[in-house]
């Protein structure tokens, strides 16, 4: 380990990000990788405090204490894989927990170093059919939305056989699996009549809806939300003419020529409405990160992606920058009582503070408890047949909060928490997203 950064533990300095030199040939660099690898892995060891988080780091300090040495150098470069597999880019250790990231001498970036892990590995080694279907969410969308598909894939997916089946793919029986709509949101949605956008100091309230994979095929009805919300307050809203996949299952894959594929769809479009005046949501927080934080990192030096980036806004971030502006209603007719609000990792890690509950807590004689652990879903780790039992574990604490507040609901601004709780709450209940519980508080 380097001594260059030990007269202290850690940084003074707020964390930053350098670039992902993703398209330097010396990124897919083997060697070097593990050199990397064993270094950050160093560090990791001796400090653990990261161990609570997922089951990267339980995975490498079991490693680490059942090496002959008790340390890293003990670790056949092997099983160094076995660590990157279990890392689903939360982001949390780079910004909640790690003392050592850049500034710091001794430069962390674990999030960023299990991408290039990935990289390397899906450059080198290709990946399985499962993965590549459960990360091509567009194209599986499509074929499973269309009607006369629907209803089949929908009772499949509850069919004991047919899970039975699914597991034999790869695709855990008791994972809880999306339903899909014939009835998209792109199909269903109509643009804003007679709104008169009123501008605030941060916002222009015009909204363009990046509607991503789920919010379109599997949950259309939070863009319906979304949109009576909006309009509620006097926002203009309207679709973006044209999306693909913001890329992010594709980047845990590590398959960043795919994600790189995306963004010349997405960024172009986005842009365009972006010159015209409109900001940018999504309803999946880990859709907004990618336009905030990864694309800006991998396309540094791209005007249009940093374009994006600054007009891109979280729909409860959004919200509030209205309500400081005074240009929130708050005329609702319903109170929500009890919240157990699940604090989704890509909401944590986009820096906004948390505006959910700030937004909920205008509503009457309602309460809302923030729950900051993760779910441990991540969009695909939760339905794979080889982390969905530690899935299960890492959400344990959240349903443990959950019963213990005895809330009236549950929720999480990204859905696939949501309905991975619900999943482990096992007693029937169900989750609701923060915006239907917004538009039933307007009751409208």
Same mark, same amino acid.
């Given at each position: 380990m380097s001594t260059s950064g030990s007269q202290r533990e850690g940084s003074l300095e707020a964390p930053t990000r350098h670039p992902i030199n993703w398209q330097d040939p010396e990124f897919y660099n083997e060697e070097q990788l593990f050199e990397e690898l064993e270094r950050v892995y160093d560090i990791c060891h001796g400090c653990r405090r990261c161990v609570s988080l997922c089951n990267a780091f339980p995975t490498l300090f079991d490693l680490v204490d059942e090496s002959e040495t008790f340390e890293v150098d003990g670790v056949a470069k092997q099983d160094y894989w076995k660590v990157v597999d279990h890392c689903y880019l939360c982001d949390l250790c780079y910004l909640v927990k790690c003392p050592y990231v850049p500034p710091h001498d001794w430069n962390v970036d674990f999030p960023h170093l299990m991408l290039r892990a990935k990289a390397v590995h899906f450059k080198k080694h290709g990946t399985s059919v499962r993965n590549k279907i459960l990360s091509s969410?567009?194209?599986?969308?499509?074929?499973?939305? &269309?009607? !006369?598909?629907?209803?089949?894939v929908n009772t499949a997916n509850k069919m004991p056989v047919f899970r039975k089946a699914l597991q034999a793919f790869g695709v855990h029986e008791n994972a809880k699996v999306p339903e899909y709509h014939s009835k998209t949101l792109r199909k269903a949605f109509k643009p804003s009549a007679d709104v008169t956008?009123? =501008?605030?100091?941060?916002?222009?309230?015009? !909204?363009?809806?990046?509607?991503?994979?789920?919010g379109n095929y599997n949950e259309p009805h939070l863009g319906d939300d979304l949109q009576a919300v909006f309009e509620h307050n006097d &926002?203009? &809203?309207?679709? !973006?003419?044209?999306?693909?996949?913001?890329?992010?299952?594709?980047?845990?894959?590590?398959?960043?020529? =795919?994600?790189?594929?995306?963004?010349? !769809?997405?960024?172009? =479009?986005?842009?365009k409405l972006v010159?015209?005046?409109?900001?940018?949501?999504a309803p999946v927080p880990s859709c907004v990160l990618m336009f905030k934080q990864e694309l800006p990192l991998m396309f540094p030096d791209d005007e249009q992606v940093q374009k994006v980036k600054e007009a891109m806004y979280d729909p409860f971030e959004y919200l509030m920058l209205r309500h400081k502006d005074n240009l929130l209603r708050t005329d609702f007719n319903k109170s929500l009582g009890k919240i157990a609000y699940q604090v989704a990792c890509h909401q944590r890690v986009q820096k906004?503070?948390?505006?959910?509950?700030?937004?909920?807590?205008?509503?009457?004689?309602?309460?809302?408890?923030?729950i900051e652990r993760c779910s441990g879903h991540d969009g695909t780790y939760a339905v794979k047949k080889e982390f969905h039992e530690v899935s299960m574990k890492i959400v344990k604490p959240v349903v443990r909060k959950v019963k213990e507040l005895k809330a009236d609901h549950y929720t999480s601004d990204c859905a696939m928490a949501g309905r991975h709780i619900e999943n482990a709450m096992d007693d029937g209940s169900e989750t609701t997203h923060p915006i239907t519980l917004l538009r039933q508080a307007y009751g409208i």
């Open positions: 969410t567009d194209a599986v969308g499509k074929l499973a939305s &269309i009607p !006369v598909m629907v209803n089949m956008a009123k =501008a605030g100091e941060k916002t222009s309230g015009k !909204v363009a809806i990046f509607a991503t994979c789920y &926002i203009a &809203i309207r679709l !973006v003419d044209k999306e693909r996949c913001c890329g992010m299952p594709k980047l845990e894959l590590g398959d960043i020529e =795919a994600v790189a594929k995306a963004k010349e !769809v997405n960024i172009p =479009a986005l842009a010159d015209e005046g409109w900001d940018i949501i906004i503070g948390l505006k959910t509950r700030d937004v909920l807590q205008l509503i009457p004689d309602t309460e809302v408890e923030a």
